[in-house]
T-cell receptor, first 114, second 112 residues
Framework: QQQVKQSPQSLIVQKGGISIINCAYE??????FPWYQQFPGKGPALLIA?????SEKKEGRFTISFNKSAKQFSLHIMDSQPGDSATYFC?????????????FGSGTRLSIRP | DGGITQSPKYLFRKEGQNVTLSCEQN?????MYWYRQDPGQGLRLIYY???????QKGDIAEGYSVSREKKESFPLTVTSAQKNPTAFYLC???????????FGQGTRLTVV
């Protein structure tokens, strides 16, 4: 119930294309779904996050789509650029919990071909 | 500048040796976390702490120990009982009631 399943494990996209990474969760108590971006040798950094009361959130070229009934959410990167090449992690957690901890997906290594 | 500082960036350990990884934050965050990252396995939680003088085991706590004597510090000791310690270690922090996590730059530990 605590797992977050992420796919694909790796993804290669042509420059200018759309990158799509998917995640699924089991615990319906989760109410915060962030995506993190990690470059080699660096720590992950928060990219964008969504709460379950909305179905989509867009920030620049990055969009999260959220399907509460299916317990799935995805990250779309429009007009993908070589600088987007990184590892992406989805995550889920329960806000305002005294024992909150973040559950991470297994990561997707994204490579954008120039 | 506010942030999380991990040190050292690279650490080499001999077999049978204990080593301590440092993590300091000046974000006034209540919660702090330690994760281990291995290739293709994502982030695995080692220990976390919600308040000073209290911490909880994560999914892979065996062979590790922590302390939380100060709000801003959460050091991780990799003991000789950890059979395969070579990995990238990440420290993170968040406000207790806000789960946005901020990560340090990591420590790469290698057993020689």
């Amino acid at each position: 119930q605590q797992q977050v399943k992420q796919s694909p494990q790796s993804l290669i996209v042509q420059k200018g294309g759309i990158s799509i990474i998917n995640c699924a969760y089991e615990n319906t108590a989760f109410d915060y779904f962030p995506w993190y971006q990690q470059f080699p040798g660096k720590g992950p950094a928060l990219l964008i996050a969504i709460r379950p009361d909305v179905s989509e959130k867009k920030e620049g070229r990055f969009t999260i789509s959220f399907n509460k009934s299916a317990k799935q959410f995805s990250l779309h990167i429009m007009d993908s650029q070589p600088g987007d090449s990184a590892t992406y992690f989805c995550a889920a957690s329960k806000r305002y919990s005294s024992a909150s901890k973040i559950i991470f997906g297994s990561g997707t290594r994204l490579s954008i071909r120039p | 500048d506010g942030g999380i500082t991990q040190s050292p960036k690279y650490l080499f350990r001999k077999e049978g040796q204990n080593v301590t990884l440092s993590c300091e934050q000046n974000l006034n965050h209540d919660a702090m976390y330690w994760y281990r990252q291995d290739p293709g396995q994502g982030l695995r939680l080692i220990y976390y702490s919600q308040i000073v003088n209290d911490f909880q085991k994560g999914d892979i706590a065996e062979g590790y120990s922590v302390s939380r004597e100060k709000k801003e510090s959460f050091p991780l000791t990799v003991t000789s009982a950890q059979k395969n310690p070579t990995a990238f270690y990440l420290c993170a922090s968040s406000m207790r009631r806000d789960t946005e996590a901020f990560f340090g730059q990591g420590t790469r530990l290698t057993v020689v």
